[in-house]
């Protein structure tokens, strides 16, 4: 079933209806579709990628939408689920998609925007008791900058905490490869040139992958990884069958909105790159790590497809989140993203989200050690 409460606001009928169930929340395909307005609500807010993940992890139970009424009319979409850790209603959980966000309606204006987040924190947190967690929010998104200024607000102030969460390197690319190259340190310049001179002689090339070997390539992808880790280590979801089911099926949906490519040396696949992109921006979401422990050919897979999207007149590669250093040799642009919190946190809040924050990293520890003994083992045994 699902909740509906009906709040009276700045003299308009302003009200929000709680789905709960993954039923309902197929029958807003259409709404849904009729909300997405920019470039990262295109590719992380649209229903199909709610749609696989809520499928893949089978998280339907938590899962809650917060449709937003004004007049009779939806004008705004809060993606939550419950979290199971805290009384917090919260977006999907950080590390599954870079960029979150609450959608607005595109067709109502700057000043109604206003008064949605106003709703959201005065009526649905202040008074309603409410509790979120607006967890990867870009400083560039609508959102940020009205809950930023709302801060001012002596009213409002003490029930919204901005947390600096990560940062995403991109690239703005509005000149020419050449032009931009120059940028780029002369020591990477050289390195990088080295490299192709060393491996284009093996007939290094990157492919497009068909459609109908997607679901192959990308369980090849994990097994890549799994058996030859980067340098720091094989994150947790790349060890997680539901991630990979998610992106299969991702891919699969949304074939304009993933880009799947191959690397490939001396007729054999080295390396997968998957990502998203739109008309205008190219998110390099899973980088390639390149098996027979010829990690300099993923420079050359960056670079290449660096090359064509600035060929294909792309405004902006975003490296998306985190702060590894080989996204530095090619930029000094980042974006911040934070974590926002409405509704007052309290003493006993705050003690529970530092003690989930260590069990969290004490879990990735172990793991990490078990994994890396693991593979030490194996290695041993070849």
């Not at 705004?76 to 419950?82: E, F, N, T, V």
């Not at 960029?99 to 925007?113: C, E, G, M, P, T």
């Not at 979801?237 to 891919?251: C, G, P, T």
Request: include cysteine; charge should be positive; charged fraction near 35%.
């Amino acid at each position: 079933m699902t909740r509906i409460g009906f709040i009276i606001f700045a003299g308009n009928k302003m009200y929000h209806k709680i789905v709960e169930n993954y039923e309902d929340f197929k029958l807003l395909n259409s709404t849904w579709r009729d909300f997405v307005n920019t470039s990262k609500q295109k590719v992380f807010q649209n229903f199909d990628i709610y749609d696989c993940l809520l499928t893949a992890f089978n998280d339907k139970k938590r899962f809650n939408i917060i449709l937003i009424y004004d007049e009779g009319r939806i004008v705004s979409i809060l993606p939550l689920a419950k979290n199971k850790f805290s009384l917090r209603y919260s977006f999907m959980d950080r590390d599954l998609l870079d960029y979150q966000d609450v959608l607005f309606h595109r067709r109502i204006n700057a000043s109604k925007k206003q008064e949605v987040v106003v709703y959201i924190v005065k009526e649905m947190c202040m008074k309603g008791n409410m509790k979120l967690r607006l967890n990867g929010i870009s400083e560039d998104s609508e959102l940020f900058q009205i809950l930023a200024k709302l801060k001012d607000d002596i009213d409002l102030n003490s029930a919204i905490t901005l947390v600096d969460l990560d940062v995403c390197p991109y690239i703005k690319m509005d000149t020419n490869w050449d032009d931009y190259w120059q940028t780029v340190s002369k020591k990477v310049r050289k390195d990088t040139e080295r490299q192709y001179r060393n491996h284009f002689e093996n007939k290094v090339k990157i492919e497009d992958i068909p459609k109908e070997d997607i679901a192959k390539c990308v369980d090849d992808m994990f097994e890549m990884k799994r058996k030859y880790p980067p340098p720091q280590g094989l994150s947790g979801l790349m060890s997680d069958n539901r991630y990979r089911e998610y992106l299969k099926n991702y891919a699969l949906k949304r074939t304009d909105l993933v880009d799947f490519k191959r690397l490939v040396c001396e007729g054999e696949i080295v390396a997968y790159v998957y990502s998203f992109e739109d008309d205008s921006v190219y998110y390099y979401l899973i980088p390639a790590n390149v098996k027979k422990e010829k990690v300099s050919l993923g420079r050359i897979a960056l670079t290449e497809i660096m090359k064509m999207m600035f060929n294909y007149k792309k405004q902006v590669f975003d490296f998306m989140r985190g702060d590894e250093e080989y996204k530095f040799h090619f930029t000094k642009l980042t974006i911040k993203v934070f974590d926002i919190y409405v509704g007052k946190i309290g003493k006993v809040e705050s003690f529970c989200e530092k003690i989930r924050k260590k069990l969290f990293l004490l879990w990735i520890k172990n793991f990490e050690k078990k994994y890396v003994e693991t593979f030490v083992n194996d290695r041993r045994t070849i």
